[in-house]
């Protein structure tokens, strides 16, 4: 299984930006996918989950800014962005959990700035 994360880039505070998870095959449809972020100098941490079923979970700090969602017909898993703020800039990773083993993108970097 191999996992393409994309869509990052250079966006204004306030901003919006909309990552993708696209994942080879039919599988993605059958884990859950998380999007995780890395900043410079910290510890990934998980920002967004969704389940097979559709039920997600979100970090604290993004709640009610960021939306996770899938189009498992596309193999594809998407984090919508808004009102992004500087503390957001990241390396984003996105992972599929599926029987015990997890696979990884790549990452794709975010970073908020004016």
């Known amino acids: 299984v191999q996992l393409q994360a994309s869509g990052g880039g250079l966006v204004q505070p306030g901003g919006s930006l909309k990552l993708s998870c696209a994942a080879s095959g039919s599988i993605l449809g059958n884990g859950a996918v998380g999007w995780y972020r890395q900043a410079p100098g910290k510890q990934r941490e998980p920002v967004a989950t969704?389940?097979?079923?559709?039920?997600?979970n979100y970090a604290d700090s993004v709640k009610g800014r960021f939306t996770i969602s899938r189009d498992n017909a596309k193999n594809t898993v998407y984090l919508q962005m808004n009102s992004v703020k500087p503390e957001d800039t990241a390396v984003y990773y996105c992972?599929?959990?599926?029987?015990?083993?997890?696979?990884w993108g790549q990452g794709t970097l975010v970073t908020v700035s004016s």
């Open positions: 992972k599929l959990s599926f029987v015990l083993v997890d696979y």
């Open positions: 969704i389940t097979p079923g559709g039920s997600t």
